[in-house]
């Protein structure tokens, strides 16, 4: 019987990781496979700036999952993440004559005009639709009710063009088909936060090596989504400038590191140990680490913008490595004046494994499983040969992988589904060709109607009106004179 099971790719600023898992009938997940590569010398702020080394990562990390599975992988999930993601707001209105009635096409319309807007140096990977506003009233869907002017709000999420063109690169050159694309945020949100949080307001803090995602959800919407530059390894950094390595100011702040300290709690005698001669005041340890913790916070507070800053009853929910950090709650509450902070440790699907550092509940997991939770292609090929071309004939074509995707989107479109560079060729070329149909169908048309005029002019003509007169003439003389 052949196997089936899903795979999703993570492109981490520190560590690549890879996940196989299947999907059972009770809505479970079992995770099959794991691995992970370093990836902190060709990935910066979860940015591919090296697309060589990168292709070679993503190329090990497939191997190695054939390895475990013994079974070769014919397509993987991506997350897209990283530095220059950004958020932003944009308005599509249109007016409709004799206050008409709001139908899908319309709508569809106004969604298709948001997407080709175009944001120089800018990709849009996501549109998000806040609402519409119908008239006077703000509705999520204005099908079926009468205005005569209908605005669409959208949140469009950009990357730059580079890094979106390198990301795809990456995966050309390592010839891996890639299933979907997939805004890591958005599956991260779907698989750590509660109906109920995004309902009433939330702002979900992915803590990150290099990077620090914030995204902002009011009544089931994204509102707003950025990543700063700004991770633990920036507090790794600082301590580091103790002089030492930063293997060991890791060790350190994983050690002695904590969030936040009450001021009487701080004992100025006692000392850290770097190594075997050196130590470091505990006093000035804690400074520098909540320094940098505390400019990372006031960074993601700035992200959550002032129009839902009292409405997050849902509270901040922390995520990712950095959430482990002793006190983090605390600090983000003497911060923001939120007192409702919850770790998401692990995500809300049930998975199952016997790779520990699946089932750790350290949220380091939690984005890739997340990504995981959203597939629903099969990426499983043929039986696995240690000794044959690992990107042998079994593994899918680009076309045959998006005609999967196409099918899968035919009864809908996913919120954060990013198009891949292939999709977008194919929907440019589709564009054009259909440009030039409507084009060709409006010569002939334009001509029709041209030769319609022509011979209308020449039918009223007066040399055309004496010619039909005498010919009438010359009809009658003939019957007279029979």
């Not at 914030?214 to 002089?243: C, E, M, T, W």
Request: hydrophobic letters at 35%; aromatic letters at 6%; proline letters at 2%.
């Amino acid at each position: 019987m052949p196997k089936e099971f899903i795979v999703a790719i993570e492109l981490g600023s520190s560590k690549m990781t890879g996940i196989a898992g299947k999907k059972n009938l009770d809505g479970s997940i079992q995770v099959l496979a794991s691995v992970k590569e370093d990836s902190s010398s060709f990935i910066r702020k979860g940015v591919v700036y090296n697309i060589d080394k990168t292709a070679q990562c993503l190329t090990n990390i497939v191997s190695r999952l054939e390895k475990q599975l013994k079974t070769t992988i014919t397509q993987v999930y991506v997350g897209v993440a990283g530095q220059s993601i950004r958020s932003i707001h944009n308005v599509i209105a249109k007016d409709i004559t004799d206050d008409s009635v709001v139908t899908q096409d319309m709508v569809i319309e106004l969604m298709d005009a948001n997407r080709n807007i175009n944001y120089p140096d800018q990709e849009i990977l996501d549109a998000a639709v806040q609402e519409y506003k119908v008239d006077a009233q703000y509705q999520l869907d204005p099908v079926g009710i009468q205005c005569s002017h209908i605005e669409g709000n959208f949140l469009n999420i950009l990357q730059r063009k580079t890094f979106y063109k390198n990301l795809n690169k990456c995966f050309e050159n390592a010839e891996i088909n890639v299933a979907e694309m997939y805004l890591a945020p958005l599956a991260l949100a779907d698989s750590v936060l509660t109906e109920a949080e995004r309902r009433s307001g939330c702002a979900l803090v992915d803590l990150g090596a290099d990077t620090t995602t914030v995204s902002v959800y009011f009544k089931n919407i994204l509102r707003h989504l950025a990543v700063i530059p700004l991770g633990f390894n920036n507090i790794v950094k600082d301590i580091a400038s103790l002089q030492m390595e930063e293997r060991v100011a890791e060790q350190m702040m994983i050690k002695y590191g904590c969030a936040y300290t009450e001021n009487n709690e701080i004992d100025n005698n006692m000392k850290y140990s770097i190594d075997q001669d050196r130590q470091v005041e505990c006093r000035k340890f804690i400074e520098i680490v909540e320094g940098r913790l505390e400019e990372i916070i006031a960074n993601v507070w700035c992200q959550v913008p002032e129009d839902y800053c009292d409405k997050l009853l849902g509270g901040i929910i922390l995520t990712g490595g950095g959430s482990n950090m002793k006190e983090i709650e605390k600090a983000f509450q003497n911060y923001t004046h939120i007192d409702k902070i919850r770790i998401a440790k692990f995500v809300t699907q049930t998975i199952t494994s016997q790779i520990p550092e699946v089932t750790a509940h350290d949220g380091r997991m939690n984005t890739v499983l997340g990504l995981l939770a959203k597939g629903d292609i099969n990426c499983a090929g043929g039986e696995y040969d240690p000794n044959g071309d690992l990107f042998a004939a079994q593994r899918q074509s680009p076309a045959d992988t998006l005609e999967q995707r196409r099918a899968r989107q035919a009864t809908e479109t996913p919120a954060g589904v990013v198009r891949t560079a292939e999709e977008i060729r194919r929907a440019e070329e589709e564009a054009r060709l259909k440009k030039e149909e409507e084009e060709r169908i409006a010569r002939e048309e334009a001509e029709r109607i041209a030769r319609e005029e022509a011979e209308e002019r020449r039918r009223n003509s007066p040399l055309s009106k004496f010619g039909r007169w005498l010919k009438k003439a010359a009809t009658e003389i003939v019957k007279e004179e029979e």
